[in-house]
Structures are given as C-alpha cells and as structure tokens.
C-alpha cells in the first residue's frame, strides 16, 4: 500500500504515487535548471511537461490508474536525461549548467570526477582520463609519465598506482561525469547559489498552500537549511584545501621516493662514502647489504608509496579504498621494518662492550733535553681512497689492498707525569659483543710511536683491516711529561692535537712549532709571540672589564680597565697609563704628573 | 573560458548542426507535432532523445523560422503543430545547397586520404 498524490501536469490530471512524483518533480526541476539561461525557457519546459503527460497517459487505463517509479522511468527514458540535451547547446552554455539538488536519481551531481578514458586508451587509459579531467592535450600528460619513467622508474610506479585507483569509464554517466564541471570557484559558487534557489522555491511551494502531508515530510526546519547551505560551502572549501593537499603529497612523495631510489641503486653518497660501501663498513658483509637495501626499500618505499596514493585519491576525490591494497601494504612495510631492525640490532649490539688496551713506552730523554715531537708518516692518501667522516673523526679506506684497510687518527694528548721521566701510553679501544671480541679487535689495531734520543715519532694513522669492522676503533695517545720538561711539537702535529689543555688556553692547531714547559698549573707557552698570548686571552680580559664602583655620600670611587678615578666635592684625581691627575675644584688648580 | 577541441564536442557541433537541417527537412512535407518529427527522426537514426528537440524548436520558432499552431488531442494534452514560414524554407533551401556542398568535398577528402 503507497501513498498517492494527485497532480497537474500539462492540463490533465494524474494520480501519482509519491515516489514517483518526487522523481518525476526532480527531473522537471532538473530539466528548468538546465534551460534557465535559455530565452523561451518557460517555453520548452511547457512543451516537455506536455510531451511526458502524453507519455504517462498513454501509461493509464482503466485497470491501472496510479502512476509508479517504473512508469516515469519510462517516459525519462523516451525523453532523455537534462545531461543529454547538452548536445544542442552552444559550448559557452555548457558551464552554466546547474547541478541538480541532492536526492535526484537521475542528475546526480555532475562534478567532474577521474576516470579511465578507455576509448582513447594507449595502455589502459590513464593518461587520456586524467588528460580529460584537466582539459588538456593527453600527450602532455604522456610526455610527463615517461619523463617520469626515465626518472629512476617513478614514472611506471605512479602510473601502476593511478591504474589501480582510478575506475574505468564503463557507462554513458562515467563518461559525462569524466567530462562534467571541474571542481573550481565558479562551480562552488553556482552549488551554493543552487542550494539557495532551492530554498527559495521549497518555500515559495510551502507558501503557495501546497499542503499536503508530504510536504510536511519534505520540508526540513529553516534551521536545518542554513545548516545545509554550510554544510555545501564548506563541503566546497573541503574539496579544494584537500586537492592542495593531495598535490603536496604527491610532490613531497615523488621527491623522497627518488632520494630512496638513489640510495637504493648506490648512487650518491653518504659522507663521500657510497651507500654500498657506509652499509659494509657497519656489516663486513655483501649479502648483508642486500638484506639491509631490501629492509630499507619496504620500510620506507611503502609509505612513500602510499603516501602518493593517497595524495592522487584526494587531488581525484576518489574515497574508495581498497582494503586489500591497505592491508598488503601495512603487511610487506611490517616486513621491512622487522629486517632493518634485526639488522640494525645485530650491529648494535656489537658496541655494546668497550674495552681499552693500554701499552706503556717508557722513554729515556735526560730531564735536561727538550723532547721533540713529530708526526711520522705511515699513510698517505691515495687516489682510490675514500676518506669520510664517522662520530667526530676522519677515517680513510684503502680499498686497493686486499683486504681493504681502515686508516684512522690517533689522539695525541700532553698530561703531567706521575713520575720522573718522560713516558708514552699508548691505548688503543675497540667495541664488541664481548670483552673478549672487543679486545680482539683492539689488538688488531695496528699503530707504532718510536723514539730516538730526544725525538720521538707518533704515526700520523693507525690501521686495522676492514674485516673487523668499524666498532669504534681508536688510538689515544697520552704524552706524559714530568715538571719542568720542555717540549717542542712539530707542526706536522697539528691534526694528531686532541684537546690539550694548556695555561694559555692556545689551541691545539696553533700549538705547534712552539716550545712549551710543563709547570705546576699545566703546559705553559714559552715561544708564543705577545700577540698570540694576547688573542687567546681576550676573553678573559673582556670578563675582567667590568668596572668596580665604590660610592658614599661624598666621594665615588671608579676602578675599570682605563685605571682609577675618584671623585669627590674638592678633587677630581684621576690615575691612567697617562699618568696622574688632581684637579682641585675650588681653585681650579691642575696638578699632572707624568709616571 | 578556455576553449579546447574534444571529440565529445565536436561529435555536439556536428549534430546540432545537422539536427536542425534534419528537423527543417522533415517540416519541409508539411505541418507536423514533435513526436510526428520524432519518429521520422528516429527512423533515420539522427536522434538519441526526444528531449534536445523541444529547446530546437523553440529556438527556431523564435528566430522566426518556424511558426505554430495549437490542435486538441485525444490522447493527451493539445499538441503544437509546426510548420516552416517563408523565412524557413529559404533556411532549409540555403542549409540543403551546404550541406550537399560539404557533404561532397568531406566524402572526397576522406576518401582520397583514406589510410590503406
């Protein structure tokens, strides 16, 4: 049992289920909003509303009296959809058309949205439906994808991604809505004044004592209308701010998937290390880096991929989603990141010990000698080398020797000796699972210091073969010297210098080539020019600069760098480098007296 | 706005275009009601929908090409008989001599570039 309404349509009167009727009043309104800018508008209209009575007449008889869906269907159908009749409009009309208002079987929104063109298809139609949804030449967009492609293989990737999320184009809807209005200001704006029409006329209806009890079905509060005019303005702003998103994802993806590609196929470098070789210099093993590149590429490439997928669907407005494809994702990323992991712990866990191996080299220079010190060169850089920066310090890999091997330099340190005599310590750290392997590698670690009468030599690089592995290999080299002790460093020191610490506060590049005396507060410089000892002191000349203020009620007493001055009621004295002044104010008398 | 070329579009032109010589030729007989042109036109296969012929009378009966006259029916409401005024016939005569013209220089044209 349904409810029936009786209505007028061109003259002739028809009893009208109201399903139908709301069908068949959607698609007349539709038909008046797609002629609205047309002269005669009213006109065609009438002619239509005629032509559909004499459809829906032929629809009645005797037997059957009532009008259904299925009946207006029909005569729609004979008729054609308001999108169809776009065919004999001149093409400058065809951005004024409306959209239909919400509910309207028929004329659904005709908001452009993305498909795949299959009927200009190269491949399987990518191109040519987003070529359509930009108004643009498909060649460009081609043009663009195999650019792309040359592009490390982004290209395809974007391509596969947008095959999958884009639906084909199958029927006549698809392929009006892939050509529909692009979603711009215009077209926000047209919904908006749309929305507001209707509103209008729904209570113009309402005013007109069109009162039956649909109608009071059908008519929401005025509350809620402002609410839905709202609700499309910022169901506009929505789709706009979310393309602006879309287009940041896809570009910020893209840029970061390459950056991945780069490093996955070893191009480019890290610390001037290529990629290959910083993985081994960690690992010390090939089919590690292979592991480590596949761990990477899923654990990263994944969300870099969906990342760009996402970006596409909302520069589309495309909400479907695929659960499979999520899950996949969420799946192989999960793997990936489960590699790097066991990787990255099996690396670390190799610093987890620390062990330092001490030799101490007791020298023989009489207190009376200086103690020249000098760099030896045992590693100069050859041209196959690479030399990059680990932690804080400089390292070398000779890759031509067989095995490769690691070249890093030593700290060189000056303390006070406990002792006497002059004496070397040389200790050599390296890190492992355990003491035992970390000790292992400490010993590997190859560095020599010598010593000749009153030279003594430090090698300018320690060594150990790249097998071991980097695990914070380190040489620290700690010069002992007893009190009063002169010691020369050569200028071939300067990068071996670690932080020595000295009365003058000098620093260690500008320690060489001078002679310094051990002394009861440190290291003292006993060849720095004035002007040296002055730049390294500044600072704390400049904390010395703060003035001392004495006052009471009769004099003020001021002390600063420039020397002293009081002043009081009668005299005014002043002691400078210039000498001493008094001026006695009463009389005005000046007393200089030069030093 | 910007103006592109897209098959939709000219596939649009070409059949308005037509669709109104069509529509004049066949008023050319005599008086006629839409669906009476309709049914011509569909047997000729020219129309899709009976739809896009009501906004094309219109727009000829207001450019003065068409004039009409109402008639009662028993079938349903009174239908709008059609017929071509002076100004019509010259129309249809002009569009007739072009399109006999195109037709010609387009079947040639695509016949001797015809790809082999």
């Avoid at chain 1, 209570?203 to 809620?224: L, M, T, W």
């Avoid at chain 1, 020599?448 to 620290?476: E, H, I, P, W």
């Avoid at chain 1, 002691?575 to 001026?583: A, F, L, R």
């Avoid at chain 2, 047997?43 to 207001?62: A, D, F, H, Q």
């Amino acid at each position: 049992m349904n409810k029936t309404l009786t209505i007028n349509l061109a003259g002739l009167v028809f009893n009208i289920e109201e399903n139908a009727y709301q069908l068949l009043k959607d698609y007349l309104l539709a038909i008046k909003n797609q002629f609205n800018n047309e002269e005669g508008c009213d006109e065609i209209v009438a002619d239509i509303e005629a032509r559909m009575a004499e459809l829906l007449k032929a629809k009645t008889h005797a037997s059957k009296q009532v009008l259904v869906d299925e009946d207006i269907h029909t005569a729609i159908n004979i008729m054609g959809k308001p999108t169809d009749f776009e065919d004999t409009f001149t093409e400058e009309k065809q951005h004024n058309t409306t959209t239909a208002q919400p509910g309207n079987n028929y004329y659904k929104s005709k908001t452009r949205r993305v498909f795949r063109d299959a009927d200009n298809k190269m491949l399987g139609g990518v191109c040519s439906g987003i070529a359509s949804y930009f108004e643009t030449d498909p060649l460009w967009i081609r043009l663009a994808l195999i650019i792309l492609f040359f592009g490390f293989g982004t290209g395809l990737l974007l391509y596969i991604i947008l095959w999958i999320i884009i639906p084909e184009a199958k029927t006549t809807a698809e392929k009006l809505e892939m050509r529909g209005d692009p979603i711009d200001i215009n077209t926000i704006s047209q919904t908006v004044k749309d929305e507001a029409e209707q509103l209008k006329n729904r209570a113009q209806d309402f005013a007109n004592g069109v009162k039956s009890e649909f109608h009071y079905q059908r008519n929401y509060g005025i509350g809620n209308k402002i609410a839905n005019f709202f609700y499309n303005l910022f169901r506009g702003l929505f789709k706009v701010i979310s393309k602006i998103f879309g287009a940041l994802f896809v570009l910020f993806g893209t840029l970061l998937f390459v950056a991945l590609l780069l490093i996955l196929f070893n191009i480019g470098k890290i610390e001037s290390l290529s990629v290959n070789e910083f993985i081994y210099s960690f690992t010390g093993q090939d089919f590690s880096i292979f592991w480590f590149k596949t761990g990477l590429a899923m654990c990263v490439g994944i969300p870099l991929c969906m990342f760009v997928y996402k970006g596409l669907k909302l520069i589309f407005g495309i909400y479907t989603s695929y659960l499979w494809l999520n899950l996949s994702a969420g799946a192989l990323w999960f793997v990936g990141l489960s590699i790097c992991l066991c990787l990255s712990l099996n690396i670390l866990t190799d610093f987890s010990d620390e062990t330092q191996l001490k030799k101490q080299i007791d020298t023989h220079v009489s207190n009376k000698d200086t103690l020249y010190v000098k760099a030896g060169n045992t590693y100069q850089k050859a041209d196959m080398d690479v030399d990059f920066e680990l932690g804080n310090d400089h390292w070398f890999i000779n890759n031509t020797a067989q095995p490769a091997i690691w070249w890093g330099k030593p700290r060189v340190k000056i303390i006070t000796s406990e002792n006497d005599s002059v004496s070397v310590l040389i200790v050599r750290t390296a890190s492992g699972k355990q003491k035992t392997e970390a000790s292992l590698r400490a010993k590997n670690i190859n560095y020599t210091a010598a010593q000749q009468d009153s030279v003594l030599v430090l090698n300018n690089y320690f060594s150990f073969l790249s097998k071991d592995k980097y695990r914070n290999q380190g040489v620290d080299v700690l010069i002992k010297l007893p009190k009063n002790k002169i010691i020369y460093l050569d200028n071939n020191l300067k990068k071996l210098l670690y932080d020595v610490e000295n009365v003058n506060g000098i620093y260690d590049a500008e320690m060489c080539g001078k002679y310094w005396m051990m002394t009861a507060n440190g290291l003292t410089c006993l060849s720095c020019t004035k002007e040296e000892l002055r730049n390294n002191n500044k600072e704390e000349e400049e904390e010395s600069n703060h003035p001392i203020n004495v006052n009471d009620s009769s004099t003020n007493v001021h002390i600063d760098k420039n020397g002293i001055e009081v002043h009081s009621k009668k005299a005014h004295v002043k002691i400078s480098s210039d000498g001493i002044k008094i001026i006695k104010k009463n009389n005005f008398d000046t007393i200089t007296t030069a030093e | 706005m910007k103006q592109t070329i897209n098959t939709e579009n000219t596939q649009s032109q070409m059949r308005k275009g037509v669709l109104e010589l069509c529509t004049l030729s066949v008023l050319a007989i005599g008086e006629a009601y839409p669906t009476e042109i309709i049914e011509q036109l569909k047997s000729s296969k020219m129309m899709i929908v009976e739809g896009t012929l009501y906004p094309l009378l219109t727009r000829l009966k207001n450019a003065n090409y068409l004039t009409y006259r109402w008639e009662e029916s028993t079938a349903g409401p009174p239908r709008k008989y059609y017929k071509l005024t002076e100004q019509g016939v010259k129309l249809l005569s002009e569009l007739e001599n072009t399109w006999d013209e195109m037709a010609h220089a387009v079947n040639k044209l695509l016949k001797e570039n015809k790809r082999k």
